[in-house]
Every structure is written in structure tokens, then in C-alpha cells.
């Protein structure tokens, strides 16, 4: 987190952590969107087997997103949390969700 401070004011921002967040997960040139997440998505709950490689990629997408939000992007909270609920067992379209929440991010 960098933090810029002036007479009148205190600035932060997580520029290069999102740079490097967008570049692990290949985000770095996608396009962006309006919204963190669409407009009547409603996510359900996996019920199959637990894929153990999506879950680690899902909750390492989430966790940085947490960060994230945490720090200087509340924009993405209801998103992020929403999401977040599905960390034990997410399905591909969990995933693929998840990673739409970077869309509305730029560097």
C-alpha cells in the first residue's frame, strides 16, 4: 500500500499490488467493466465433488480481492463477499465469476 501524504491531505492506493494481483491471474488486459458483478446473478451452490485445484485458484482470486477491498476498493465488497460464501466447493462458474470482480479494476 502506498501512502502519499500533503499539507492537505493523505492519499493511499494499491496500485502495484493490483498490478501484480491482475498479471498472476492473467487479467492484465482485460476489458473493463461497468459492474463488479452482473445484474441478477444469483450464485448456487456446487454439489459436486470438490476439485481441489479450482478451490486453491478460487480462494488465492478471493483472498486477493479481499485485500483489495479491504484497503482502498469497498466498491467490490457485496461482490467479493457474495462470492466469498462459496470458497469450500466453488464450481467453474464460481471461478469464472470471481475473476469478472477484476474487470471492474484497473491498475
Given at each position: 500500500m502506498k501512502v502519499n501524504k500533503t499539507a492537505s491531505c493523505i492519499m493511499i492506493n494499491q496500485k502495484a499490488y493490483l498490478k501484480t494481483v491482475l498479471e498472476r491471474f492473467d487479467m492484465h488486459n482485460a476489458k473493463i467493466?461497468?459492474?463488479p458483478i452482473l445484474s441478477g446473478y444469483v450464485p448456487q451452490e456446487n454439489k459436486g465433488a470438490v476439485n481441489p485445484v479450482r478451490r486453491q485458484k478460487f480462494q488465492s482470486v478471493i483472498g486477493s480481492l479481499l485485500y483489495l477491498m479491504?484497503?482502498?476498493h469497498p466498491d467490490i465488497a457485496f461482490a467479493v463477499i457474495k462470492m466469498s460464501q462459496f470458497s469450500a466447493n466453488?464450481?467453474?462458474d464460481h471461478l469464472k465469476k470471481a475473476m469478472y470482480i477484476m474487470h471492474t479494476l484497473e491498475d
Open positions: 467493466a461497468p459492474t479491504l484497503g482502498t466453488p464450481s467453474q
